[in-house]
């Protein structure tokens, strides 16, 4: 183990950093950071009305394993960058070294906004489920303000989860590990309660039918449908397998990085997929109330309460809203890395401060910063249009987030294509199935992002005659708004100063004084 640690850290200094963080984490517990901000416990429950909705059981029993396989290559692009380039930088890292320090500062602030964004959004799901376990045993609680509650629940989980990270430095990679467990047991479990609870089941011919309830098109049968409603409906999938980039966040605090983290992404990504098909196959055949889902706008709660007992229904509440804490604690871990490993290059405003760990070897202040700016960020969520329950304007957030995390792992893979064989792989490589899949992951990525900002609802698109504001997609907006901001901060000042990754230690780990340009 002293020899893995002795060439962790050398092969940290080549790359021009010295070892700062604590390296006490296993190839498992790399692992299970991305299994569990992937968290099946979260996405498949948070959106699953995304595949219900638009396009229906065919968008989850075809879509998901087939969004699956792409994604998967994505994470194969990614695992052989992460084994080249070891860092807590991660993708900021790849793009610089591969490209400019223009490339290193889009990809940096696509990936820091979006593992905020991300930790947001996860932590105001689990707040979300946690206000519907409570309301199950208070009716007085069930009958309150829905949104000051869940805004209350979120700021707690968000606190707790800061406090788990800064003082349990030591025990946030047995966390982790345990996280794996509930993840496979719970949704074990879930599938086991929703097989012998409810007293019927849907029969094998329903996975394949088709709905449509965005309002788009005629049906489920024109080419509307299979163009526009039906990929959205995809989007399930390609919210719910993300955040796989933490294995590279936390690699600089693991044994034999170059290997295991590596296989640690892709493997994240691998179980997540085949965990998270079984767990909504079990959704569906238990779905026997269709129009009690359609009624709840395809919410997965209208599916347990529909078909289980109240006790069954609460346990899977339970054991989601678990899951969704270990997934926003891990979050918040790959969150603070990444904000380290940026204002260490010194990209953040305030860097020095970002950038410093205690005692412990803990980034302290990148874990306050980072969840104080998640909080600030959430506070759309305490309003709703008028007659809604819907905070519209918090939907923002979610599209950065998925968004802001995928363009920002294009970039590095594109420049990893573009390298070609100039490229010096780790121990983990693609060999020469590199330009194939580095193909199929750019043009699957430019896709889906175009999807994720098209109108999810008729009465979204403007111009037309029932167009209202709060139908409308704000990921447009929002990211629009964020790239521009990013774009102008270059031009007009960071274009001047920064200059990418920044070496601090020569080849064998030594001092090199003021921070300098790596080569």
């Not at 992002?449 to 990921?475: C, H, K, M, Q, R």
Request: contains cysteine.
């Amino acid at each position: 183990m002293a020899q893995a640690l002795d060439d962790d850290a050398k092969r940290l200094a080549e790359l021009g950093y010295k070892q700062e963080l604590a390296r006490t984490w296993s190839g498992f517990s790399n692992f299970a950071i991305s299994f569990s901000i992937i968290s099946i416990l979260a996405g498949c429950f948070t959106t699953f009305s995304q595949a219900w909705n638009n396009g229906g059981p065919l968008a989850i029993s075809i879509g998901w394993p087939l969004i699956s396989a792409f994604i998967l290559i994505i994470g194969f692009c990614m695992a052989e960058l992460v084994s080249a380039y070891p860092t807590a930088g991660g993708i900021y890292w790849w793009a610089a070294k591969l490209g400019r320090p223009v490339h290193g500062w889009f990809t940096g602030w696509l990936n820091l906004i979006g593992l905020i964004a991300v930790t947001a959004s996860v932590d105001y799901g689990c707040a979300t489920f946690l206000n519907i376990t409570i309301g199950r045993f208070s009716d007085s609680w069930a009958d309150g303000d829905a949104l000051r509650q869940t805004f209350l629940l979120f700021a707690i989980v968000l606190v707790l989860h800061a406090l788990i990270n800064i003082f349990s430095h030591r025990l946030i990679s047995l966390l982790q590990n345990v996280s794996v467990w509930w993840h496979v047991f719970g949704a074990a479990a879930v599938v086991l309660i929703l097989i012998f609870g409810p007293s019927k089941h849907q029969n094998v011919g329903f996975l394949f039918e088709t709905f449509n309830h965005s309002g788009f098109g005629e049906g489920d049968s024109g080419p509307a449908f299979w163009l526009y409603v039906l990929p959205l409906g995809f989007l399930l999938t390609q919210y719910t397998i993300t955040g796989f980039d933490a294995c590279a966040h936390v690699s600089e605090e693991t044994h034999g990085a170059a290997r295991t983290a590596a296989k640690g992404l892709w493997q994240s990504i691998f179980y997540s997929a085949i965990g998270g098909w079984i767990l909504l196959l079990s959704f569906l055949f238990a779905a026997t109330n269709v129009d009690a889902v359609d009624a709840e706008g395809g919410f997965v709660g209208a599916i347990f309460t529909s078909s289980l007992s109240s006790t069954l229904a609460t346990v899977v509440f339970g054991i989601s809203t678990i899951g969704q804490f270990f997934c926003g604690m891990s979050c918040v871990t790959s969150m603070s890395r990444m904000t380290y490993a940026f204002s260490r290059d010194g990209a953040v405003p305030g860097w020095r401060l970002w950038s410093k760990v205690d005692r412990n070897r803990t980034p302290v202040n990148a874990i306050i910063g980072g969840c104080g700016v998640a909080l600030l960020i959430t506070l759309p969520a305490l309003y709703a249009p008028e007659g809604t329950t819907t905070p519209v304007a918090f939907l923002a957030v979610v599209s950065i987030a998925v968004i802001g995390l995928y363009l920002a792992f294009l970039i590095p893979i594109w420049l990893r294509l573009r390298a070609g064989d100039s490229f010096q792989p780790g121990p983990w490589t693609l060999g020469r199935k590199y330009k194939a899949l580095s193909w199929i992951a750019v043009i699957e990525i430019a896709i889906i992002s175009i999807y994720f900002i098209l109108p999810i609802a008729p009465a979204g698109v403007p111009g037309t005659e029932d167009f209202t504001w709060t139908s409308v997609n704000y990921a447009p907006i929002a990211v629009g708004a964020v790239l521009i901001g990013i774009a102008l901060w270059w031009h007009l000042s960071a274009k001047h100063w920064f200059t990418g990754p920044r070496r601090t230690v020569d080849d064998m780990g030594d001092d090199v004084g003021e921070p300098e340009p790596v080569a």
